[in-house]
């Protein structure tokens, strides 16, 4: 059984900042890759960013405002936002491909609501 657990979410106003977490735990053998993602109601859910051991990728919507990071020794992601707009608020998920001994999948965190306004 594998769990993700997302903080670090909450109310900010225009041009602040947040640092989301991502932390995750059970019968871990490795982590492939981690991402961020973020939905907001009728819309699709749209990948923000991931990693891996070759680096980041991310959404060109958030390209220099935010950055991914991932602590693997704690098997913990975080997801710093910086210059924060209207436009990111959402309900931001985290998501794991993890192999454990039953196999390799998809995981993911209950969400963590991000709201940004005056």
């Known amino acids: 059984q594998v769990q993700l657990v997302e903080s670090g979410g909450g109310l900010v106003q225009p041009g602040g900042s947040l640092t989301l977490s991502c932390a995750a735990s059970g019968s871990i053998i490795n982590i492939i890759l981690m991402s961020w993602y973020r939905q907001v109601p009728g819309k699709e859910r749209e990948k923000v960013a991931s990693?891996?051991?070759?680096?980041?990728v991310y959404a060109d919507s958030v390209k220099g405002r935010f950055a991914i990071s991932r602590d693997i020794a704690k098997n913990t992601l975080y997801l710093r936002m910086n210059d924060l707009k209207p436009e990111d608020t959402a309900v931001y998920y985290c998501n794991a491909y993890i192999t454990t001994f039953d196999g390799s999948g998809d995981h993911w965190g209950q969400g963590t609501q991000v709201t940004v306004s005056s």
């Open positions: 990693i891996n051991e070759g680096g980041a």
